[in-house]
């Protein structure tokens, strides 16, 4: 039945308005006169990963931007369509945010991909998306050479986070906001088998136990 997915939701629809809209009509009464998150999350599409789900979330707590891997372009103001840089100036220049956080996962498709080059050339966006981690990918390609499959994987799922966090340094808007003291930006990597959420520590160059 090709229609039963979208009932599915419909159905949902009607139990989110019965069993929690109704229940929070205040908050949604706030929530009409504009948002003030604090937080600004770029996580990947994966339908797995549901940020909001897994950091127990609700309506108005992140501003939430999800692309192809969770990545993060460099500053590149050259008036082309640029969802997620967009996302970024709007969170840090109209919301005000305090801080980003860039949050990949295990078994990402889309690094997956990149790291086996199965988009060259069979993509029309995806693959240029995903070139700006080519360098990255060539270098654990290289020195994980001995490795497994998944080992290697799970080091560009992690080094592409990092990379992430150095693209935000190109965006003048995002490094004097941190250099204030105003704004502070995280990586994370969220394992889907064990449930574990690491934290990228930049004095180790590594990912472990959340800090807080």
Known sequence: MPQQWIRRFAQGYRAFRENYFEKNRQL???????????????????SR????????????????????ANL???????MRHHGTS?????????LGVSHIVVMGHAECGGIRAALMGELVGESEFI???ESMIAPIRNAVLKDAADRPVA???RLLEQRSIV???????SFPFVVERVRAG??????????IHSGDLLAYDPTEDAFGPLPF
């Open 28 to 46: 949604f009464e706030q929530l009409r006169d504009g948002q003030a998150p604090k937080v600004m999350l770029v996580g990947c599409c994966d």
């Open 49 to 68: 990963v549901e940020p909001a789900l897994i950091l127990d979330a609700g309506p108005g707590d992140l501003f939430i931007a999800r692309n192809i």
């Open 72 to 78: 993060i372009p460099p500053y590149e103001p050259d």
């Open 86 to 94: 967009a996302a970024l100036e709007f969170a840090v220049n109209n």
């Open 127 to 129: 693959g240029a998306w």
């Open 151 to 153: 080992e290697q994987q």
């Open 163 to 169: 990379q992430s966090l150095k693209n935000l340094d």
């Open 182 to 191: 105003t704004l502070f930006v995280h990586g994370w990597w969220f394992d």
